[in-house]
């Protein structure tokens, strides 16, 4: 239809003018930290392989011969027929890992959250989310039509302030955030609202997707969430808790229950990739020591992960200065509105185990260059 192509020409040429419109580029990711983009190799500095296990040798192995053995697809939701073995002996690793009784795999991290939370809270209880958390996190909050009320980023004490406030008129209450901040890579204050839950009875879920295996974090909520896809360089997410509100969520949960299961291969490489995480902590700390490494050499501030933001405020700035990295041999993808606030573009910078010193103190004098011009 005419009026269905002018609506989206529009729309285009009104983020283009605003230096918003996004642009699908086809990169070949290699071994190393490193990817090939239209011929050309290029120092990955923006993915969330942090750990660099997408091309470890063990992880590979164990993702072919679980594909030779179940086939490359789960053939039905997991409610039918998809539900194959290597699911449940990953659920059982990741409650072990996280200290829970159960845990529950979805088909991605936003599924996860979008399931989660309207299964637990409805249209009358009261969630309230922290500003900066993950777009899915909000995705869930508003499929439960509960009241949804931000607090300042980690900023517990106007948490607490609202709870004090509203608390008492709902039946139940949920309180969402992200435990390492995918844009900021700072953390939240696990303790402060795990205790200010406590005092209210509200429900802390968190999302530990860019977290777990990069950081150690003591922490209580009782539904912790997080995804496959990154450090564990596999794809899907996870929910752990008790195990009846696992239970709970297998029969109520509309993302999982509508969902093909995940491929074997999949959860066989999350499988594998937790191993290696549980198994060699040097190599876990790597992403950390280099990001601090990059943070120090520029006058940053220090990073909690393996995420250095450099905020340089508009989308074009945004965009130059990826340019001129990527003149340099450097991959780092410009981040503007929506996805970080307005007056908030930035370069985001990501450390993965397999890169160098030698490649971090290159791309430092890279960003200076980019920079002064």
Known sequence: ?????????????ILEARRLRRHLRSTRRLPGGVVNRDGHELLDFCSNDLLSLSHDPQVVAAAVDATRTFGTGSGA??????????????EQSLARHH????????????LMNAGVVPSLVGKDDLI??????????????????????RFNHNDAAHAAAELAARRADHPRCMVLTDT????????????????LCADHDAWLLTDDAHGLGIVSLDNPAPLKGGTLSKALAAYGGYICGTAV??????????????????????????????QRIEADPAW?????????????ALALPTPAAGIVPLIVGTPERALAVSEGLLADGFLVTAIRPPTVP????????????????????ALTEATRRALRR
């Open 180 to 195: 390492v901040f995918s844009m900021d890579g700072d953390l939240a204050p696990l303790a402060e609202l795990g205790r």
């Open 342 to 361: 307005e007056g908030t573009a930035r370069l985001r910078f990501t450390f993965q185990a397999a890169h160098t010193e030698a490649q971090v103190d």
């Open 245 to 274: 509100v696992m239970d709970l969520l297998r029969t109520r949960a509309r993302t999982l229950i509508y969902s093909t299961g995940l491929p074997p291969g999949v959860v066989a490489t999350a499988q594998a990739a937790l």
């Open 284 to 296: 876990c700390a790597r992403p950390n020591q280099l990001a601090r490494r990059f943070a120090a």
């Open 1 to 13: 239809m005419r009026s269905l192509d002018l609506v989206a020409r529009q729309k285009l040429d």
């Open 77 to 90: 939701s997991r409610l039918v027929t998809g539900n194959h073995p290597l699911l449940r002996a990953l």
């Open 99 to 110: 200290g829970t009784e159960d845990a529950l795999v979805f088909g991605s991290g936003y």
């Open 128 to 149: 309230l989310i922290d500003s900066l958390a993950h777009a899915c996190l909000y995705a869930g909050a508003q499929l439960s039509r509960a009241t949804v009320v």
